[in-house]
């Protein structure tokens, strides 16, 4: 278990400069090396937040591209953060990911940042409806709008107010999410929702769908303008993350900082001494008749066009309004307009409430008003509704069926739009499929997503479709929705794909079906071991796909939270299952779970006071696994310590467990016992802690600001950021054992490098970080231009063969860090085109010398210049000659120019370019070396699709299409042998299907086919 540490007490301001340096981009990207540089293909960004040292969480769905890596031949996976104000991306690896939660956990080596506090107070209970909240992140709107390397790195601040937590079906389960109007927006996802303590109490993921675009004013100001929907954003409670951290095996070394505050602010929810006050009076109004005239009021609204004020006869108007405590439950209120646009909204609350919002919409519309703030003043409230833009909805028509094809009446569907790295959500009034399961909706998109849902007989069905309509298409009919029983889902037994499977029924001592519980699947192989998770249908059923990239060797299935068919806890421990050998197909296994058994004990000072408020966590003490492949099962008991500092661990089983005891205020963490239910009472004795000062100073003796200071023992890890005087005053130390300490200099002092004291025992010490040593190496043309986007390696003489490095910026220069003492071969390089021989140019220079100058001839060729309002950063640029098998990726340097090098003398090249975001493309043909610097503009493109019918023992495949002999434009193999080319420009196509079997053959098969076409491609 990765014990909490004790937070301090809130303050009741938010301070966004403290929130907003532990909020970082996260970049998921697929990339293909190219001459010794890794090119971005295609991916997408979202937001994160530090949780722990080096940990940061963020969406499932911001950096699952295993799907995109596995399109792209040769492609591989980049996860990396950007730390605010930073213009350098920092590798991470995934360490969790939940698609289920929709939540991932990744691990930032060097990471710099303290983490942010997490709220454990009850979801449902806290933050509270009204309560004031923060979102901080990195929307894709305000990157178009900016258009600035400082925008892409800094992050936007929005706030809202609560306007309820509910428990959501969001994501394939239901957990706690939070409903505010904070505006979020594509690349928002992954980011931290704070309340007024800058304590986060959400994930911010799900967004209400906007009008807004990206153009540019009459004085040529790029600026974000459109209709906003009713602003309801929703953010999955951060309680999920937390249950995640203390219960998934791959999380336990994270260390999260946790409050159980739920009185951060009156504006959070809490009631004011003068509010009482009120309420007194109130009581004595009501004892002599008068509470009606203050407590009850109607407004009169009118709803207008907000051009030209007409007004709109029959428009819904909506209400919503946080009552005190003592009030009950949310005012929710809908009212229909007269002919007029006029209509009395009412009654609604008097003072003392949070305020009432207004919104309107048009009867046969999603899309609402911004929300307007009532005041109790009296004459009539105008609520300006903005124009339909009718060019952009388009109408879809089609059937919903359960799965077995009978029609879903009466199921429920919601639209969805797709962004870059994010999900949004257009929300307003769902429609239901009719008795026939028929449905009309329309949708304000030209990507269009929909969930369907239906509860019938107890059962609950969903499911998601999407599809693309072509510009100028206004209707979409035959849409055809099929329903997925969501407790099959849950329990693996719906699961799609071929392989072998594991079936496993849950059953109780006396062989009874468990009826809910989490089933965990530990599938082992040669190396490591893949995790699957089901949750087990009334009759305890679960299953699991084995992976099928590794041979499993064993199968270990693990049970937890045995409840009954309501949900109430079961008393039955917690199971852990295996060895099992996985048959081909099909394995059956049935396990029982034991009673539940306990385990107390005592957590007390020296002086035998007991330490009350302390958390107390069991996880399974596993001995049966082979070291490196072994998985370490979570925590599966959680207690707090009373008064007397006794805790009672439940629903354990007849094992061993590892007893941990979560870190105290000033008190020196306890080493975690191994114990077995039924056995003696437990018996912790804390020490007291101590804090230690430690000053970090550079070479010349004056102090680092910014350094990260880091003590690490094998109980517990204490990190913080020094002040401007160079000090940092570490807390909670034990006294009694070594710790190691590192000091880390600040990102942006790369002339310092990191210093460890291996056996530091705590006692205030100065540090001295090392000079380092930096190269830095510019890269001119024969005639003295800089030349951007070449990569620039070193290698030593002591690691031949062990190339490092980095790109040349706009100047042609690039900074060569924490290098070794001695001589380096410094090369700079630029990729043949279509097969020619790579151009070099090298040098060796001693580390020291502090900057060299390198001449490389590029070669012929020519510059292409994209066209204003196109994103350079999100444009992938490939180009070959019509003979030539494979195509060299090139640069798109920030002022949107592309050079393309290398070119051969008199040899006419094709140049294909996308834009990763809008999926617009465009092809030029009979480039030349030589050519003009021309202007590129970008349109939409038509999508192809098709189907592979593959030659037998064959399951994957590739598809392109072919510009003469090369592979210019990838596309997107699916299931079954289905595939998609989603944006080509207009013309005849000739497409290859190509791949290799397990026996090494080469199979291939072409087609031609036009743009905005299917066709079928046989592959022999």
Known sequence: LGAPHAAPAP?????????????????????????????????????????DREHVATNYHVIHIEDQVAKVEGGKEYIAVREPGSKQNVRATVVWKSKELDLAVLKVPGLRRDPLTLSSATPMDYPPKGAKVYAL????????????????????????????????????????????????????????????CNVVVGVNTFVALSRLQVMEDDKGQRIATGATSAGISLSPHVGNLIAAVQQVPALKDVRLQLSSASDCADEAGGVPVWLYAAMGVFALMAMTGMIVAFTRRREVVRVVESEGGAPVPGAVVEATATLLPREGRPLEGEWIAGPDGTVSVGPLPAAPVHPVHLTARRAEEWHSSDPVAVEDVAGTLEIPLPPVDAKEDVVVEGIVLLPDGSPAAGARLTAWSSGWGCLSLEFGTPPRADFRGRFRIEVPSWSINLSASLVKDGRSYEAFVSAEVEEGVRSLAGLEVRLRDEALEAAGLAEDGEGDRAFVRVAGPDGAPVPQGRVHFHFLDYEDGRTSEGRTLLDGRAAALAPTDEPVESLWIEVVEPADAEGRPLPLAH???????????????????????????????????????????????????????????????????????RFLLDRLGDRDYEVTVGL???????????????????????????????????????????????????????????????????????????YRLSVDP????????????????????????????????????????PLEGIFVGWESAEEPGSVRGGTTDGDGTVRLRDLPAGALRIEAGLPGAGGSPARVAAATVDSGAGKVDLVLDPGPGTVLRLAAGIDPRLVLVSFARGGDLE????????????HLRGLAPGEDYNVFLRDLDTGRCALLRGVRAGDAER??????????????????????????????????????????????????????????????????????????VAAGGTVEIRVP
């Not at 189907?947 to 210019?968: E, M, R």
């Open 11 to 51: 303050a009741f301001a938010f301070d966004v400069k403290r929130a907003d340096a532990s909020v970082v981009r996260v970049l998921a990207v697929v990339v293909k090396e190219q001459g010794g540089r890794l090119q971005p293909v295609t991916g997408g960004t979202g937001t994160g937040f530090v949780i």
């Open 664 to 738: 105290g205020r000033d008190r020196a963490p306890a080493e975690p016992v191994r114990a077995r239910p039924g056995g003696e009472d437990l018996r912790f004795v804390l020490g007291p802690a101590v804090a230690a000062v430690v000053r970090v100073l550079d070479a010349g003796g004056r102090p680092v600001k910014e350094a990260r200071v880091e003590a690490r023992s094998p109980l517990h890890d204490i990190s913080a950021l020094t002040d401007a005087e160079g000090k940092v005053r570490l807390a909670g130390l034990d006294p009694t054992r070594p």
């Open 746 to 785: 600040p990102r942006k002092r790369d002339d310092l490098r990191e210093a460890v004291i291996p056996d530091w025992r705590p006692a205030d010490v100065v540090v001295a970080l090392p000079a380092s040593v930096v190269l830095v190496v510019t890269v001119r043309d024969p005639r003295g231009a």
């Open 887 to 898: 195509p060299v990726q090139a640069e798109t340097g920030k002022d949107g120019r592309i």
């Open 575 to 645: 199971g852990t299952f295996g060895p099992f050998a996985l048959s081909p197909g099909r394995t059956e296994i049935e396990v029982r779970l034991s009673p539940a058994r306990t385990l107390a004990g005592l957590v007390l000072d020296p002086d035998g006071r007991g330490i009350p408020g302390l958390g107390v966590a069991a996880a399974p003490w596993l001995e049966e696994f082979v070291e490196g492949r072994s998985w370490s099962a979570g925590t599966v008991s959680l207690a707090t310590t009373d008064a007397e500092g």
């Open 935 to 1008: 202007e590129v503009a970008l349109a939409e493109g038509k999508e192809i699709s098709g189907k592979v019918h593959l030659p037998p023992g064959a399951d994957s495949f590739n598809v392109a299409v072919l510009v003469g002999k090369t592979i210019l434009i990838d596309g997107e193999p699916g299931e079954g042998g289905a595939f998609r080319f989603p944006s080509v420009p207009p013309g005849t196509w000739t497409l290859v299907a190509y791949l290799t079997t397990e026996d090494g053959a080469y199979h291939a098969a072409t087609a031609e």
């Open 137 to 196: 992140g990195y929307p894709g709107i305000s990157d178009q709008a900016l258009q600035s390397e400082e925008g892409f790195v800094t992050s936007t601040l929005t706030s809202g107010v609560v306007g309820k937590t509910v428990r959501a079906g969001v994501g394939g389960t239901t957990r706690p999410v939070i409903q505010h109007d904070a505006a979020i927006n594509t690349g928002n996802s992954g980011g931290p929702l704070f309340d007024n």
